[in-house]
């Protein structure tokens, strides 16, 4: 197994500029989320999937879009870049779509993004 | 609402010292605690979760982590540092009784082990 693979690793960006961050997921993982993680910040939410067809909204969705067409990706979309999205992002899996799991969550390495 | 907290940006021991990063965490029901670890340029990777049970649990690479109730606190040990045990460790809670059970990341603590 690949685990959780996201491409690409880095990434410069223009204001305005739209891009797409990948995530894929080769463990039949029914939950997908992605974070962004800033310095003294932590790890915070931005768009979760329950499931192939399902998104929800995590703390931080505002600029970005999500879709869940297969149970294996689960596609990033900034839709005009700030520089406030400077950050790097990671994407994560578990198995179990519930909400009460006790599943432990599997990263992706992360991709680092600047957007000047 | 759910949180946690990591109070100490930076912990720094010896080698051989043991070592303890702090965290605490404030859900409406019982908890589900996880630890991370996340070396420089990778990302996060599981060190040990508490779901039930023995309230002292053991994980990855020698670590440990103390569930306390009533101090509502899960601080992870380790009784002898490495070098190569320094890292950005993340405290997680998952809330089962809570609306949204995503987990909820602490801000993280540096470790750094000296020889």
């Known amino acids: 197994n690949a685990g959780v693979t996201q491409t690409p690793k880095f990434q410069v960006l223009k204001t305005g500029q739209s891009m797409t961050l990948q995530c894929a997921q080769d463990m039949n993982h029914e939950y997908m989320s992605w974070y962004r993680q800033d310095p003294g910040m932590g790890l915070r939410l931005i768009h979760y999937?329950?499931?192939?067809?399902?998104?929800d909204q995590g703390e931080v969705p505002n600029g970005y879009n999500v879709s869940r067409s297969t149970t294996e990706d689960f596609p990033l979309r900034l839709l005009s870049a700030a520089p406030s999205q400077t950050s790097v992002y990671f994407c994560?899996?578990?198995?179990?779509?519930?909400?009460?799991?006790?599943?432990?969550?599997?990263f992706g390495p992360g991709t680092r993004l600047t957007v000047l | 609402a759910q949180s946690v907290a990591q109070p100490e940006d930076q912990v720094n021991v010896a080698e051989g010292n043991p070592l303890t990063v702090k965290c605490t965490y404030s859900v409406s029901g019982n908890p589900y605690l996880f630890w991370y670890v996340q070396y420089p340029n990778r990302g996060l990777q599981f060190l040990l979760k508490?779901?039930?049970?023995?309230?002292l649990v053991k994980g990855s690479y020698g670590f440990e982590a103390e569930f306390n109730k009533s101090q509502t606190s899960f601080h992870l040990k380790k009784p002898s540092a490495l070098v190569s045990d320094s890292a950005l460790y993340f405290c997680a809670v998952r809330d089962p009784g809570g609306s949204q059970g995503n987990l909820i990341f602490g801000k993280g603590t540096k470790l750094s082990v000296k020889p």
């Open positions: 994560a899996s578990s198995y179990d779509n519930q909400f009460t799991s006790t599943d432990t969550q599997y």
């Open positions: 508490y779901i039930t049970g023995d309230n």
């Open positions: 999937s329950v499931g192939a067809g399902i998104t």
